[in-house]
Each structure stands twice: as structure tokens, then as C-alpha cells.
């Protein structure tokens, strides 16, 4: 009786359905071997015949053999109609093989649905793409993931010591994507090769990198430590690790930048006094970034020289923008659902963490973020966010707000939040402030930083 | 061959489902070793000029063709330099071939503004009856003229010539020779079947639906999934699938991002990404039932100066987890249980098509084995890297098996050298326009096509087979 369920099944599926039974969609959907399923298939069209001389069946064939043609034996494999199986048969000289190819109730014109069947059943089982095959290969073993990234790693090494090596300033012909530490030494070469006016041999770049990276490890350790109690507390010191020499790269790039950012950003906590949310969000949004590197591990960041440009055509814009907005760059912008699941429980709720001196963080993110080599696509646009502040009250401000993709699913996050704040407060009359100006948004809404404008203090028209 | 052994078995499928199906174990490797070495790149200086690859390829051939000039014109004949040449005395000079084509397609000439030319549209061949060849040495060159077939040689050859200098300056060509093959260790002798699938031009991402069903085709079969018993038997005694070259199609190399303003393309993507994510999904297929090669093409994402370097693991990121993916350079050498294999992507031919008389890829192929050297147009018509130590596309040895991808058509070929050595030749067409693949049977060292066709809504009969009558 377990035999006759594939025929209701097949039934099901052609009639019903009104779906292409491939041989490779039936085995991989009933888990079996892909000639079982070629024999099944075959049943299935002989009893239905039987019953039912007028079934509404349309089968395809597989033929395969060989012909000569041009003085070769040609060897044929051809996806045929039933209606010119006999016709196929006849022309080879050697027929290897003939089984049902398909089933569906109607008349396919070209085999393209045949194509978009196979494929649609591989997508969903690539993982395990020749478990039903007929020939199962030994030497086929995936790769254990420490052996597959240490050979990157090794891959990686190798091609910085021969570029190491070079006389003159170039990026290795294949940009590498610094997902690892060591590949940061790489890309500040390559980046100070467009600013660096000399060339300097290789080897003394190399050692005035290390120092200048020295200097700003240390520079970085006095900036880090700052805005890391908060982090340690989440992430272990790898990820601050990670930070860290991200933060170096970056700083590297973008010294200029933050000679001009302090002071800017001393102005900052001025503004941005009572909500100290914004920090931890912030604060969370860099080593997002990196535990979202570390979890992408070997997931590619391909940062070739195109991306590497408009990271630095983002950063120049950045610079531009720099005087007219006083921004400092606030702009982390996660691109992936992932960020947003990653940041809102980690954060702590919005108790009234010490105010502290809107960081120096602030340099870092937006660097931090673009140093992931990602393209991401932002756009600012002038957006009202409403959310509850320290003292419970409901704000609404106008701000810049740099959107990613992901645009639809942050307002609707911003969106459910708000609506809990006003049932809880209704007893208050809460007066609804317009602020403008440079405001972070509470842990839950905090998921874009908010550009910081000089023209904060001023009601904007 | 393949089919005749497929067919061997008993067709099982057109019946009810047995109990237990046949598994075929995929035969294992027994010997691989990859010889692409000369070919990989390490630090790559584009500072120096080409003078030094033509100086040491002459360097590197001349004791070749010294033999061969001694071996046909007697060992008492007289080989000179040019600078040595006296008029009307009779003597061989070796040296490297350059041809003189007013068609070439110069730089120089088209941003020359005196001349005010338009850019020279692109032709199929640029041969001209005006072409003039000229042999040159390390000192000195000299235009030839005589029993020497300008239209098919190109420009880099190196050869021997034996003649004589006339008063008008020009050297009268009588005789000439090339190198002609290396020597070539004799091929194993293998005791069952073994197959090597080698396809190119796969083309993805170009647009056209009807290859993919094609090229799916190709997988299964190589896969064990389609067929009867008898031919997945047969498949699975594919050792190995060679992939060579134009694994993109070219339609993907569109260079909208230069040419458009940066707003209009913003938000697009290059239309590789979707591509080389399609080949991802292949080579997972091919990856996880056997070992594949694959070696970049013309279109490929990598560099486009030859020996072109393998594509990036990173592009792949569902397939390197198997360790039966190797990505190789192009060209390709490699030793597969024994037999020597030798392969390009087909740039070194195409260019020589564009550059001689000679129609047929087989022939040109087989000029290229006689001359010795891989690709004689680099690096003045083909891209290549400034090599000054050596010039890797010398032959060593003779390989086995010979091929080169993206042919129009399918050719193979048996061709035998002057000391016995008997080399396979293979052109194996491009997968994209021709559904064509071709297997190799290492055992018996000849060469079968594997075409694959779906049907389509044309009405003729079996005209996508190909059976007509």
C-alpha cells in the first residue's frame, strides 16, 4: 500500500496542483533516488492511461545516444515531446537511454517551464544538491570552515608579502576585502597611496604605517575606553579588538576629519544633553558593525577598488557636508534586519544612563561602518521622528535622517513604540515639544543616528 | 565510447519503480598535479617594456630551431645572425617574425590628429594583401620576401629562414621551418574508461534562457541524475569536468557605470553579480559530485592581460566549501591520471584567426603546437604581462591533449609530431551558442561531443537536434 501513496501523490501534484512533475522535483519532494523517481513517474502515466484513456496527461522524454554526425560520434542528451519520441529513437544509432523526463497536464510550447521547475526544487535543496543521485563522489567532502578561512587567511598573507616586496605604491591587482585584522595593514597602504604624495619604498611606508598606527592605537585606546565600559559589558574583547583596529584603519583615512570633529562635537553634548540614550545606541551601532563582521565571518565583503572608491567619494562627500551641517557623523547605518534584531536587546532600557560627552564615538561609527567595504545605500531625508524622551514626554522633531533599504521596517518599529509610550502616559497632558536639532532616538527607535545640525538651535520654518 | 558503453545496460527506467536503485561511486583520482605553476603571478610590475619577453623567447628558441634548420637542410648549413649576412651567400637566420599590417588596428593612428581618423571599426580579420613580413634578431631586422606565406603567419613567431641577402637590402626567402613539437613523454596506458569533460562559454547571464536548460542538462548528466543505469555508470567515470573559460557572457561586461552619469547607475548592479551567482549555484552542483577545474575567459571577472590569474574563491562562496573546486589559471596545464593536459580559453587562438589567413580553430591550433609557442601574437595584438625572464608560453614539453575553448564550432583531431609524439587536439566549442560539450577518454585518447537540446516552440522536426536528414 506504501507503493500506491507516490501514485496519489503524482496525482495530486499533476492534476490538482496543476504543477510540472519533474523527475528531480519528485525525488527531491519525496526524497527519493532520482531513478526511483523516473520509474515512478513511468507508472504513474501507464496506470493512468489504463484507467482513463482520455487522461489529460502530457509527458516528456529524455533521450539520450549517440549519431554520427560530421564523421564524430556525436553523443545526444534531448528533452523531447512524446509526440516525437519515436521520431528522436529512430535517428540514433545507439540508444543509451530513454525514461519520462516529466509529467503535467498541459502542453508545454518549450522546455523553458521544464528549466524553471528544476531550478526552483535546487534552489530550496542546494545544500544537499546530490543527495538522491545516482553517483556519489568521494573525494567530494565540504571543507571544514577553520581549514576553508585559513586558507584564505593564508591566501591573503601570502599576496601582502608579495606586495610588500613592490617597489612602488600599488594595490595588489585583486583588492582583497579586509575581513581580517591583518588585512587592515593592506588597505591603509593602498589608501595612503592615493593621499601619499612621495613614494616611498614599501618597506618604510610599511614602518611609518605601523607607527602612525601606533600613534592612533594609542589615540584610539584613549577614545575607545571611553565609550567601551558600556560595550564590554555586552561584547568580549575580541569584538573590542576588532573595533579597535578598525577604528585605526579609519583614523588612518580620515585624520583631517577629526582634527575638525571635536570641536564639533563638543558643541554636541550642549544639545544633545538629556538624552543620553542616544550613547548606548551608538555606542552599540560600531561594534554592531563588528559582530556583524565577525558574524558574517567569511561572508564575503568584496571591497574592490570600485567600493573603495566610493567609500572615499562617500567620505569626501561627508568632508563637504562637514561645515554647512556640523554634523559629526552620526550616520551608522545598518543595512540588515540583523542590526536592528542585534541592537534592540542589548541596549539598556531607557533609564537615564550618566550624559556623557557625545563621543568622539562620533568620528568613529559612520568610519567604522564604512570600513565594512559594503555598499550601502543611504539617503538623507528630512523625516519626523516622534519618540518618548528621559522625562516620558513624547517628542517629535524634524532631523536628517540617513535611510537605509530597510526604510519601511524602522518606521514601523518607530511606530509600534510610540503607540505604547502615549497609552502609558495618559494621565499626564504631555506637552509635545518640537525640537529641533540634533536628538538620538531612544534605544527601540534609535536604530539611524540623526544627523547633528548647527542649525539645531533655530525652529526651522 | 561513451554512449556504446551506456548503452550496455538494460534500460530499468520505463518500468515500475525496483526496490533498490543503483549508486555509482564517481571513480577517484588517481594522479592530478597541477603544472600551471609558470602561469600564476605573484607581484606584478607593469614597469617594464615588452622588448625583454621578445628577447628571451628568441633567446629560449633559438636552440630548437637550430636543430630543426640543422635536422632539415643539412648539418652543414650555415646559421648567421643578421648582422653577419653577406650578399647572394646562402645561409638560415633565426629570428622572430613581424608582420606589417596596415589594417592593424594603432592607437597612435587614431588619436593622431593630422590624420583625423574615425576609430577603425572592428572586422573579423584584419589581413591585408599589402602585409609585409620582417624578420628580426636581437641586432637587426630585414624585410622577407619568397616562398614565405605572408598571409598566415603573424607577428611573434619565431622561425628559421634559409635564403639569402639581396642587393636590394631584402632577404630571399627559399625555405623556412619551425620549431615544431617538444618532446613528449609517452601517454600511460590505462586499464578502464576514464573521462575528462572539458566546456566552455557557458555564457551565464547573457540573456538567453535556451542555454540554461542546456547547461542543466550538462550537469545532470555529469551529476548521475539523468539517464538511464548504463549512463550514469558511464558518468560517473568522468574523472573530471574542465571548465574553459567564458563562464560569463559577455553581454555582463557592460560598461554603463563608465560611460553613464554616476546618478543614472547609482542603484544598478553590474550584471556579473547575478551571473557569477547563477555560477555559484553550477559549480555547487558540479563541486559536490566531482572534481572541477575552472579556468577564467575572455568575459570572466579577473585580469584581462594573459596568463590570466584564477578568479577569486570569494565569488563563490556555496561552492569552495567543497575542496573538488580548483580555480586555475588560463592557460591551463595540468597532469590527469598520467595524460598531459594543455589548455587556453581560446584568446591566444582568436587573435591569431583575426591575424592570419588560416580559418579552421583545429588548424590554427595545431600551427600554434608546431611553432611551439602557445600564443605568438602576445603582447602585440594580445594583452599579456611583461615577462622578462621567461616566456612561459614556450612549450616545454608536448602535451597529450590540447585544447582551446570557445571555438565556433567543434573540431578534434589527432596530430602527430615528427618524433612519434601524438597529441589530441581538441576545440571545444562554445557551450552557449552550440550546446556542445566534449569528453575525452583518457584511456583511448579520442574525443566525443556531448550535445544536449531541450524542444522549442518551433515546429520542425528535430531541428534542435540537429538529426536532420
Not at chain 1, 567569511?298 to 572608491?309: G, I, V, Y
Not at chain 2, 557569477?276 to 592581460?305: C, H, R, W
Request: net charge neutral.
Amino acid at each position: 500500500m506504501a507503493d500506491q501513496l507516490y501514485l496519489e501523490n503524482i496525482d495530486e501534484f499533476v492534476t490538482d496542483q496543476n504543477k510540472i512533475v519533474t523527475y528531480k522535483w519528485l525525488s527531491y519532494t519525496l526524497g527519493v533516488h532520482v531513478n526511483q523517481a523516473k520509474q515512478m513517474l513511468y507508472d504513474y502515466v501507464e496506470r493512468k492511461r489504463k484507467e482513463n484513456s482520455g487522461a489529460q496527461l502530457h509527458v516528456t522524454y529524455l533521450v539520450s545516444g549517440s549519431l554520427i554526425q560530421n564523421g564524430h560520434s556525436c553523443h545526444k542528451v534531448a528533452v523531447v515531446r512524446e509526440d516525437k519520441l519515436e521520431a528522436v529513437k529512430s535517428k540514433l544509432a545507439v540508444t543509451a537511454s530513454i525514461h519520462v523526463y516529466s509529467i503535467q497536464k498541459a502542453m508545454l510550447k518549450d522546455s523553458g517551464p521544464l528549466f524553471n521547475t528544476d531550478y526552483d526544487i535546487l534552489k530550496s535543496n542546494l545544500q544537499n544538491c546530490s543527495k538522491f543521485s545516482a553517483i556519489q563522489c568521494a573525494a567530494a567532502v565540504p571543507r571544514a570552515p577553520a581549514e576553508s578561512s585559513s586558507s584564505e587567511k593564508f591566501e591573503q598573507s601570502d599576496l601582502q608579502v608579495s606586495s610588500e616586496t613592490q617597489a612602488n605604491n600599488e594595490l595588489t591587482t585583486n583588492g582583497h576585502s579586509p575581513p581580517t585584522s591583518k588585512q587592515i595593514l593592506q588597505q591603509p597602504k593602498g589608501i595612503m597611496g592615493m593621499f601619499a604624495s612621495k613614494a616611498a619604498s614599501k618597506t618604510q611606508e610599511a614602518n611609518k604605517e605601523t607607527k602612525t598606527e601606533a600613534k592612533e592605537v594609542s589615540s584610539a585606546g584613549n577614545k575607545a575606553p571611553g565609550k567601551g565600559n558600556v560595550m564590554n559589558n555586552f561584547f568580549g574583547k575580541a569584538a573590542m579588538n576588532k573595533l579597535k583596529v578598525n577604528l585605526d584603519s579609519e583614523q588612518t583615512v580620515k585624520e583631517e576629519k577629526i582634527v575638525e570633529q571635536p570641536p564639533v562635537s563638543v558643541t554636541e553634548p550642549k544639545l544633545a544633553a538629556p538624552t543620553g540614550l542616544k550613547k548606548p545606541s551608538k555606542k552599540a551601532e560600531p561594534v554592531k558593525m563588528q559582530q556583524k563582521e565577525k558574524k558574517r565571518g567569511k561572508r564575503m565583503e568584496l571591497s574592490d577598488d570600485e567600493t573603495k572608491e566610493t567609500e572615499s567619494m562617500k567620505k569626501k562627500r561627508r568632508r563637504i557636508k562637514l561645515p554647512e551641517s556640523d554634523s559629526s557623523e552620526d550616520e551608522v547605518i545598518p543595512d540588515s534586519p540583523g542590526d536592528y534584531e542585534a541592537e534592540s536587546p542589548s541596549p539598556p532600557p531607557p533609564a537615564s544612563p550618566p550624559p556623557e560627552p557625545v563621543p568622539k564615538t562620533e568620528p568613529e561609527p559612520p568610519s567604522v561602518k564604512s570600513s565594512n567595504g559594503e555598499k550601502r545605500k543611504r539617503k538623507r531625508v528630512l523625516k519626523s521622528k516622534t519618540f518618548v524622551d528621559e522625562e516620558g514626554c513624547i517628542v517629535t522633531e524634524k532631523v536628517y535622517v540617513s535611510e537605509s533599504c530597510t526604510d519601511s521596517e524602522e518606521e514601523l518599529k518607530m511606530k509600534t513604540s510610540s503607540v505604547h509610550r502615549p497609552s502609558a502616559m495618559m494621565v499626564k497632558k504631555e506637552p509635545k515639544e518640537e525640537r529641533k536639532g540634533p536628538k538620538k532616538g531612544t534605544a527601540a527607535l534609535g536604530k539611524a543616528n540623526r544627523q547633528v545640525s548647527i542649525t539645531g538651535f533655530f525652529q526651522r520654518k | 565510447m561513451f554512449s556504446e558503453q551506456a548503452a550496455q545496460r538494460a534500460h530499468t527506467l520505463l518500468s515500475p519503480p525496483s526496490a533498490s536503485n543503483a549508486t555509482f561511486a564517481r571513480v577517484p583520482v588517481s594522479t592530478y598535479t597541477n603544472s600551471s605553476q609558470p602561469f600564476r603571478l605573484g607581484e606584478r610590475s607593469f614597469s617594464r617594456q615588452y622588448a625583454h619577453i621578445y628577447a628571451t623567447r628568441l633567446i629560449q628558441m633559438r636552440p630548437f630551431l637550430v636543430s630543426r634548420a640543422k635536422q632539415h637542410w643539412g648539418a652543414g648549413v650555415q646559421i648567421k645572425k643578421l648582422c653577419e649576412l653577406q650578399p647572394g651567400e646562402k645561409c638560415c637566420v633565426v629570428g622572430t617574425l613581424f608582420k606589417a599590417m596596415p589594417l592593424q588596428p594603432s592607437i597612435l593612428r587614431e588619436i593622431s590628429e593630422e590624420h583625423n581618423l574615425l576609430p577603425q571599426p572592428p572586422r573579423s580579420k584584419y589581413i591585408h594583401p599589402d602585409d609585409e613580413l620582417v624578420l628580426e634578431d636581437e641586432l637587426q631586422r630585414i624585410k622577407l620576401e619568397g616562398t614565405i606565406d605572408v598571409c598566415k603567419l603573424v607577428t611573434g613567431t619565431v622561425l628559421a629562414v634559409l635564403g639569402s641577402v639581396r642587393d636590394t637590402g631584402k632577404f630571399l626567402v627559399e625555405d623556412h621551418c619551425f620549431a615544431e613539437l617538444a618532446p613528449q613523454e609517452p601517454a600511460p596506458c590505462l586499464d578502464t574508461d576514464r573521462f575528462v569533460l572539458l566546456v566552455s562559454g557557458l555564457g551565464l547571464g547573457g540573456g538567453g534562457g535556451e542555454s540554461l536548460l542546456g547547461t542543466q542538462l550538462l550537469v545532470d548528466v555529469v551529476t548521475g541524475q539523468l539517464g538511464d543505469e548504463g549512463e550514469q555508470c558511464s558518468a560517473a567515470h568522468v574523472s573530471r569536468v574542465i571548465l574553459a573559460g567564458n563562464l560569463l557572457s559577455h553581454n555582463t561586461q557592460s560598461r554603463d557605470s563608465i560611460n553613464k552619469a554616476k546618478y543614472l547607475t547609482k542603484k544598478t548592479q553590474a550584471a556579473s553579480v547575478e551571473a557569477v551567482k547563477m555560477l555559484d549555484e553550477i559549480l555547487l552542483q558540479l563541486s559536490a559530485s566531482v572534481p572541477v577545474d575552472v579556468m577564467p575567459g575572455e568575459f570572466d571577472p579577473t585580469n584581462y592581460t594573459l596568463p590570466q590569474q584564477p578568479l577569486h574563491p570569494c565569488m563563490f562562496p556555496l561552492a569552495t566549501a567543497y575542496s573538488t573546486l580548483q580555480l586555475v589559471t588560463n592557460p591551463y596545464q595540468a597532469t590527469i591520471d598520467g595524460v598531459r593536459f594543455l589548455g587556453t580559453s581560446g584568446q591566444n587562438v582568436s587573435d591569431i584567426f583575426r591575424y592570419s589567413s588560416m580559418e579552421d580553430y583545429l588548424e590554427i591550433l595545431e600551427w600554434t603546437l608546431r611553432i611551439r609557442h602557445i600564443s605568438p601574437t602576445a603582447p602585440d595584438t594580445l594583452g599579456c604581462y611583461p615577462f622578462y625572464k621567461t616566456d612561459p608560453f614556450i612549450f616545454p614539453e608536448c602535451p597529450h591533449v590540447y585544447f582551446c575553448g570557445n571555438t565556433p564550432s567543434f573540431g578534434s583531431k589527432i596530430f602527430r609530431g615528427p618524433e612519434d609524439q601524438r597529441v589530441l587536439l581538441v576545440a571545444v566549442p562554445d557551450f552557449s551558442s552550440t550546446q556542445t560539450a566534449c569528453l575525452v577518454n583518457l584511456r583511448s585518447l579520442a574525443c566525443q561531443p556531448i550535445s544536449f537540446s531541450g524542444f522549442g516552440a518551433e515546429e520542425e522536426d528535430l531541428g534542435g537536434l540537429g538529426l536532420d536528414p
